[in-house]
């Protein structure tokens, strides 16, 4: 069993709908979740980041993480086409090195 | 401002032949250096890290290998490629204790493909 899992998609919404992508995770000792997007041909770059459990909201985004069920969950509401970009989970370890999920691949179709 | 940059974007080359790919960064001193691999669907694989001139840490045993001659340099070799070794190479930088999280700063990635 991999320590992060996430269906790498792809995913494919309309533009102006809520979308929710998800990862669990094995670990209950992990206490850092992040969330990086990802653009074609691109770096990944970090989006947001969360500590334990409970809701962090920047703009239109909302990650999430649920420790009892080991769940995390990044929504996105009113959707864009820019927001198409694989957005890949991860968590860290307790020698600081980053448990990566596999990414999921979005498209907002406008 | 911090940069970094890896060249070259793209590669294409035969199997049995030598790699070197090339990381660099500015703006920071003494960051902790990564190179990771990035297969379609499969996340990002951690390949090597280092902390400091000459320390390279290998995460994945295989026929790459690491070197950081200079403390803002990462080289990513391997004398002979196979097609196994086809993929998104990303090398990223980091500084710790910067903050609660390993935040990561990722360059620009070079496609290599093994024919």
């Known amino acids: 069993q991999k320590e992060v899992e996430q269906d790498p998609g792809p995913l494919s919404v309309p533009e102006g709908a809520i979308v929710s992508l998800n990862c669990t995770y094995s670990?209950?000792?992990?206490?850092?979740f992040m969330w990086y997007r990802q653009y074609s041909r691109k770096g990944p770059e970090l989006l947001m980041y969360t500590y334990s459990s409970g809701n962090k909201e920047d703009g239109r985004f909302t990650a999430q993480v649920d420790k009892s069920s080991k769940y995390i969950s990044l929504f996105i509401r009113d959707s864009q086409p820019s927001d198409s970009a694989t957005y890949l989970c991860a968590t860290m370890d307790s020698n600081y090195q980053l448990i990566w999920g596999a990414g999921t691949k979005l498209i907002i179709k406008p | 401002s911090q940069t970094i940059h890896q060249w070259p974007a793209t590669l294409v080359q035969p199997v049995g032949s030598p790699l070197s790919l090339e990381c660099t960064v500015e703006?920071?001193?003494?960051?902790?250096l990564y190179w990771y691999r990035q297969a379609a669907g499969r996340g990002l694989q951690l390949l090597f890290y280092s902390v400091g001139i000459g320390q390279i840490s290998s995460e994945v045993p295989q026929n790459l290998s690491a070197s950081r001659p200079q403390d803002r340099q990462f080289i990513l070799s391997s004398k002979k490629l196979l097609l196994s070794d086809s993929g998104f190479y990303l090398c990223a930088w980091s500084v710790t204790l910067r903050g609660p999280i390993n935040e990561q700063f990722f360059g620009p990635g070079t496609r290599l493909t093994v024919l």
């Open positions: 703006g920071t001193s003494n960051p902790n």
């Open positions: 670990n209950s000792a992990f206490q850092y």
